[in-house]
């Protein structure tokens, strides 16, 4: 009998397994819900979160409620070991048919979003949303796709970003409860731009220390041009007496205390350039906090009014259009010159304007400065950023260049050839400075006599990855390369740029992300930032981009390929061309220029079965500001080809030695002398200086 208790218990175990596995896949995405509300509820986060993942892996279709759920919860509470799984269950919300239990969900999704989407898109989506369209949980999820940090990675940083402000929006952003996240309006610049660079907080008072000061001497000076008449009535020697007392009694009773806070996001590192406000503040008629247009919002509508304000204790400030409004602006600048040098300006242009303007007017000059403002900081805010990450504002960035040429393989087929270029120098030596004591002083002064030893444990990962229609990968390819220092006799260290070439296959719309990352692998070694990225990652580029239209693939229908230039110099040895491809379109001084082309689908002659095709190629140069001189011609020739093949590619050199600096346009005309179609090609290049790629 004990030899038959392991098979026995095995199978018992094999058929409890089974009923598990029918069980789960029996229980409705409703219910699946719910276990996991009610696990949150009891205060069991990592508990609901299993729930939740759980039923990711059983319900055979997608339903966005859960996969918001798991990142909203694992965000809230800032679960780390749960931002891969919390990724990977957003995305697979939006593959959710955007009807049935998921609509009401995609909807708030929407919504949610709105703030960093644009208008443009937040309204395609909501049509989408209204017809049920299929192809709205596709562009959602391509959205977040090109909002990648590091594209293909299962951790999507930028999104787990986003939560955690709407996270902590909900937590400090309370005073009142009309935005999509239960928040006050404050929520909105917040989930867009993260924290601000400055804030200033406090509660608006009547100072007359400095601008009232000032006020005080117009109402004095204003006085001294009275007529003789006013002088004789007396009322004129009451204000005189007591100025200050006049400009309280006039600004007092509109005056409301309002509290105002002033974010301000500096989207530039020129010196010069304006900072982007957002104004929160006390509206003066229902006391409530919310955002505003400009200071003069948190003053009551009526003191704008001239025609309020006639009585003869204050005509002649009326007559000059200084309303308590415009009184109490001037104070208000004057205080929030505290906060930002741009309130300073404000105040100083309100007293310009106030005493170059003429000596009566029909309009508040409060009313005209409030807009003034209002427009400038409107404009100031259309020229931020739709969205802003954190991670953006302290990782090194690298530069990244693609260029895209367009081929048919062998089989016919559209072929893309991308060349992914990089410039990590600057990311290196931010992290070599920042690691200093790892070196010795020999290697690290100067930085740039760095030997070997010190690039050892840097890597270069460049990264493609290609999309299809519905934003679902269809090609990711890596490469890695060694970070080198030069070899030269100088022991310097340049600033090399580090290419990468891969070949896709074209479809009717691809979309890509391309990326660069520089990693340091020492253990000891730290980055100088924090981030949620892993430790070791030290700088990061990316692009997203769609690709150009495929070339034609009819075969009784000639085609061209994209033109490729470049020059002669040395090349690794399993580059793909004889020459080095100028991808930045530059061509050194007194080099010439190589061509490189491919003509498919050429018409055989029937007689000869050959193929014959004519090329004409034609340099122009361009004016600075883009006009092609075609009435100068720098080269012309036209070049006769036969061949036994439908297609031929070719290296053409170009004698263009003898060009100055400056810009040029290359014109390349391919006409089959068989068949008689033609084809042509421009591309435009540069005469100068250049760099080399590794």
Request: charge should be negative.
């Amino acid at each position: 009998m004990q030899r038959h208790t392991l098979p026995v218990i095995t199978l018992l175990l094999f058929s409890f397994l089974s009923i598990q596995n029918v069980f789960a896949q029996a229980v409705t995405a409703d219910e699946w819900l719910e276990r996991g509300r009610l696990a949150a509820f009891s205060g069991d986060a990592g508990q609901a979160l299993e729930i939740w993942n759980e039923a990711v892996d059983h319900l055979e279709r997608p339903d966005a409620r859960i996969g918001f759920e798991i990142i909203r919860l694992a965000t809230e509470q800032q679960l780390e070991e749960w931002y891969e799984l919390a990724s990977i269950a957003y995305m697979w919300s939006l593959r959710a048919e955007p009807g049935g239990e998921s609509r009401a969900a995609l909807r708030q999704e929407i919504e949610r979003l709105r703030p960093i989407t644009g208008e443009r898109i937040y309204h395609q989506w909501r049509e989408w949303w209204e017809q049920s369209q299929p192809q709205l949980g596709h562009d959602m999820a391509g959205f977040w796709i090109q909002m990648e940090q590091t594209p293909g990675e299962n951790i999507h940083e930028r999104l787990i970003e986003h939560w955690r402000r709407i996270a902590t929006a909900r937590e400090r952003f309370v005073r009142h409860h009309e935005t999509t996240y239960g928040t006050d309006q404050r929520a909105i610049p917040w989930i867009r731009f993260g924290e601000p660079d400055q804030i200033w907080s406090g509660t608006l008072t009547l100072n007359f220390q400095q601008a009232g000061e000032w006020l005080g001497r117009q109402w004095s000076d204003l006085n001294e041009g009275e007529d003789e008449d006013m002088e004789r009535t007396g009322n004129q020697e009451r204000r005189r007496t007591n100025p200050a007392e006049n400009l309280s009694s006039f600004l007092t009773p509109w005056h409301t205390w309002p509290e105002v806070e002033v974010w301000i996001y500096h989207f530039s590192e020129e010196e010069e350039s304006e900072p982007v406000l957002f104004l929160f503040g006390t509206e003066p008629v229902e006391k409530r906090f919310q955002a505003i247009r400009s200071i003069g919002d948190l003053i009551p509508g009526e003191s704008y009014d001239i025609e309020r304000f006639g009585q003869e204790q204050f005509a002649e400030m009326v007559r000059r259009g200084l309303t308590p409004a415009a009184g109490l602006l001037f104070i208000y600048y004057e205080q929030l010159s505290a906060a930002h040098p741009w309130f300073a300006e404000r105040a100083r242009q309100m007293r310009q304007t106030f005493l170059e303007q003429e000596s009566s007017t029909r309009r508040s000059f409060a009313d005209v400065f409030r807009m003034q403002n209002f427009e400038l900081i409107s404009q100031n805010q259309s020229r931020s950023p739709r969205e802003r990450s954190d991670v953006d504002r302290v990782m090194p960035s690298i530069p990244v260049q693609i260029s895209q040429y367009r081929f048919l393989d062998k089989e016919n087929r559209p072929q893309l050839l991308t060349f992914l270029d990089s410039n990590p120098t600057e990311a290196i030596q931010n992290d070599i400075e920042h690691n200093q004591s790892l070196f010795t002083p020999e290697e690290t002064e100067p930085l740039t006599t760095l030997g070997p030893s010190v690039f050892e444990h840097y890597s270069l990962r460049h990264r493609l990855i290609q999309f299809n229609e519905q934003w679902l990968p269809v090609a990711d390819i890596q490469q890695n390369l060694n970070v080198l220092a030069d070899s030269s006799d100088s022991g310097s260290w340049e600033k090399p740029q580090y290419s990468s070439i891969f070949y896709t296959l074209q479809e009717v719309q691809n979309f890509y992300s391309a990326s660069a990352q520089i990693m340091n692998t020492h253990s000891e070694s730290h980055p100088a930032f924090e981030s949620t990225f892993p430790p070791s990652l030290r700088g990061l580029g990316r692009r997203h981009f769609q690709q150009p239209p495929p070339l034609q693939s009819i075969e009784d229908s000639m085609e061209v390929a994209d033109l490729i230039l470049g020059y002669r110099d040395s090349i690794p040895d399993d580059y793909p061309f004889s020459f080095q491809v100028a991808n930045d379109r530059t061509l050194p001084v007194e080099r010439n220029l190589v061509l490189h082309f491919e003509v498919y689908h050429l018409m055989p002659d029937t007689s000869s079965n050959l193929t014959q095709f004519e090329l004409t190629y034609r340099i122009f140069p361009v004016r600075d500001h883009g006009e092609v001189i075609t009435d100068q011609e720098a080269f012309y020739l036209t070049l006769n080809f036969m061949s036994e093949e439908s297609r031929v590619i070719e290296d053409l050199e170009i004698q263009t030695s003898s060009l100055e600096e400056g810009t040029y346009e290359l014109r390349v005309v391919v006409a089959d002398q068989v068949s008689g179609r033609e084809k042509e090609r421009t591309i435009r290049f540069r005469v100068g200086r250049t760099g080399k790629a590794i």
